[in-house]
């Protein structure tokens, strides 16, 4: 769906666009934050979700509000002036999932967005992905099921790039 890896079969629209044959149009409509945020860390964090704008077309006359209520959204106001190099894994977590916010996407994908955090990261970045849920279309990519029982109402399973099961958890669960 990102297309950063071609598919070899099948069709995907994002927002009824084609991602091999719109594949600007569908990646404008998605945020994606892969297991390793792709961060600049010689740059504070202001200068790179500024540079995440200008690379996504952020009206500059809305971006500064733009981007101080996803700051507060992720909760990384405090440490907006600092170089990103020097930020705990949690807190670069939480800048990788305000670079996937920038363009107010449609859809965000996550993958597995709470590895290597601590257990109240961890509650707290699972708390944040269900309210965005409630705005957006959020899939998450991940192989711990408590995090997948605690966030997701739909689960899709997949196997070598097919569809085997979905449906909610507890149905999933007691097999019907």
Do not use: W
């Not at 200068?47 to 700051?71: C, P, T």
């Not at 440490?79 to 859809?107: E, F």
């Not at 739909?154 to 449906?167: N, P, Y």
């Amino acid at each position: 769906l990102t297309g950063y890896i071609s598919s070899t079969s099948g069709s995907a629209t994002v927002d009824g666009f084609d991602i091999l044959e719109n594949p600007i149009e569908a990646k404008k409509r998605i945020g994606y934050l892969p297991e390793q945020p792709p961060l600049y860390m010689d740059l504070t964090v202001n200068e790179y979700l500024n540079f995440v704008a200008d690379l996504k077309g952020v009206d500059k006359k809305s971006r500064k509000n733009h981007l101080d209520d996803i700051k507060e959204l992720v909760k990384i106001t405090d440490v907006q002036g600092r170089i990103i190099g020097n930020l705990s894994k949690g807190y670069k977590q939480r800048v990788g999932l305000a670079q996937a916010l920038v363009a107010d996407p449609k859809v965000l994908i996550l993958d597995e967005p709470t590895v290597g955090l601590d257990p109240n990261q961890i509650i707290e970045i699972r708390k944040l992905i269900k309210t965005l849920g409630k705005q957006r279309t959020v899939i998450l990519s991940s192989h711990i099921l408590p995090e997948v029982a605690d966030i997701c109402e739909k689960v899709v399973i997949i196997d070598h790039g097919s569809i085997v099961a979905q449906d909610s958890l507890s149905n999933l669960q007691r097999g019907i």
